[in-house]
Structure formats: structure tokens, C-alpha cells
């Protein structure tokens, strides 16, 4: 079956800091990839995406490469900002078969970046 | 503001009740996706409709049901409530059942059942 799986948090880091969240994901056929980001109080927002192996998707400093061979899907970024603040959650989707579209969710992974 | 509409934020009900969620998708867009999380079981996935029609059912109780209108807007109905199914309910849109169309999300209900 299809699943994901990131590292627990919470996550503490202060401003300027380099940052990983680990995820990695097993799936039936040849997924594609997501980052979603949750401020407080609002919904899930896309960050970044990468469909194929190789791709690396990137947004707002954020990068995150698609590892078949590691089945790895890991969210960095060089320096964070208090902004940054907020729970992130990996996710894959398959790209065909009677799943498609569907998206299925890592625990999610709490960041606090302090000032 | 990601364009999809959910209604009403906030909901709390008395365990046995039933209630409505509403979702409003982006305009243009086929699919609706309804998801809840909980501090339990993360986002979990309950059911998908494209254009009116159910595409893919998850882990959704049988006292649960959804449907999506002509007009593309959908309802999740939730029944005979538990403590247990107090959550958060989002529902997503995108433009077609595709994977690479993006998933736009609402804010969200959240359900207290007391």
C-alpha cells in the first residue's frame, strides 16, 4: 500500500538555522511528491511538489529532491525565518490506478523557529 | 485565501446528533476531496467525487456520507456523533481527478462533539 512517513517533531531551531525534515514513503506504483505546510489556524497549503524521480521542487527557500532509490522525499532549508513557523506534512499521490488524486499524509512535523 | 469555502468553522454538538459540513470548491474545479484530522490518526482521507459523482472512498465510517451537487459544491453528513469524531474536516479541491493538478484546501471545520 501507500504511505508516508516523517520524522516526529516538535522541532526547535532558532532563526538562521539550517533545517531537514526527513520523509520517506512507500508506494505501489510511481507516486508523486508534496510538501504541504499548515499555519496556525488555516488549511493546508502546497510548498513545493516534484512528480517524477530526480525533480526537485523549490519554493520560498524551501528544496525538496526526489530520491527513488531512497524513496525519500526531504525538506530543507538554508536559513529559517520565525515565519517559517508551522507544521509541515509530506504526502505523496499516485499517478494512476483507482487512487488517483488522492492524497496520503505523513503525522506531520510541528517547526518553531525562535528569533 | 485558496478559494475554497467551508462553512461552518466552528460546530458543537451533543454525541447521537447528526450534523452538515459544506464545501464550496474552487471555481472551475471537478473534484472535491474531504479529509480529517485528528490528534490520533493525522489526515486521513474519507472520499473523493469528480463532477458529481463518488471517485474513491478512504477510511470513512458508515455513519458518514457525502455527496457533491450540480452546482459542484459538496456536503459531508456526519451521523449518531461520538466523542470520537470530534476533528478537523477540511475539504479540498482541484481541477480535475489528475495528481498534478494541485489540491487546494479550506480552513477547515472543526467539529467538537460533547
Known amino acids: 500500500g501507500n504511505s508516508v512517513t516523517q520524522m516526529e517533531g516538535p522541532v526547535t531551531l532558532s532563526e538562521e538555522a539550517f533545517l531537514t525534515i526527513n520523509c520517506t514513503y512507500t508506494?505501489?506504483?510511481?507516486?508523486?511528491l508534496f510538501w504541504y505546510v499548515q499555519y496556525p489556524g488555516e488549511g493546508l497549503q502546497l510548498l513545493l511538489k516534484a512528480t517524477k524521480a530526480d525533480d526537485k521542487g523549490s519554493n520560498k527557500g524551501f528544496e525538496a529532491t526526489y530520491r527513488k532509490e531512497t524513496t525519500s522525499f526531504h525538506l530543507e532549508k538554508g536559513s529559517v525565518q520565525v515565519s517559517d513557523s508551522a507544521v509541515y506534512f509530506c504526502?505523496?499521490?499516485?499517478?494512476?490506478?483507482?487512487?488517483?488524486?488522492?492524497?496520503?499524509f505523513g503525522r506531520g512535523t510541528q517547526l518553531t523557529v525562535w528569533p | 485565501d485558496s478559494g475554497v469555502t467551508q462553512t461552518p468553522k466552528h460546530l458543537i454538538t451533543a454525541t447521537g446528533q447528526r450534523v452538515t459540513l459544506r464545501c464550496s470548491p474552487r471555481?472551475?474545479?471537478?473534484?472535491v476531496y474531504w479529509y480529517q484530522q485528528s490528534l490520533d490518526q493525522g489526515l486521513q482521507f474519507l472520499i473523493q467525487y469528480y463532477n458529481g459523482e463518488e471517485r474513491a472512498k478512504g477510511n470513512i465510517l458508515e455513519r458518514f456520507s457525502a455527496q457533491q451537487f450540480p452546482d459542484l459544491h459538496s456536503e459531508l453528513n456526519l451521523s449518531s456523533l461520538e466523542l470520537g469524531d470530534s476533528a478537523l474536516y477540511f475539504c479540498?479541491?482541484?481541477?480535475?481527478?489528475?495528481?498534478?493538478?494541485?489540491?487546494?484546501f479550506g480552513q477547515g471545520t472543526r467539529l467538537t462533539v460533547v
Open positions: 471555481s472551475g474545479d471537478l473534484s
Open positions: 504526502a505523496l499521490s499516485e499517478n494512476r490506478g483507482s487512487t488517483l488524486g488522492r492524497l496520503y
Open positions: 479540498a479541491s482541484s481541477e480535475d481527478r489528475g495528481n498534478f493538478a494541485e489540491a487546494f
Open positions: 508506494a505501489t506504483g510511481y507516486p508523486s
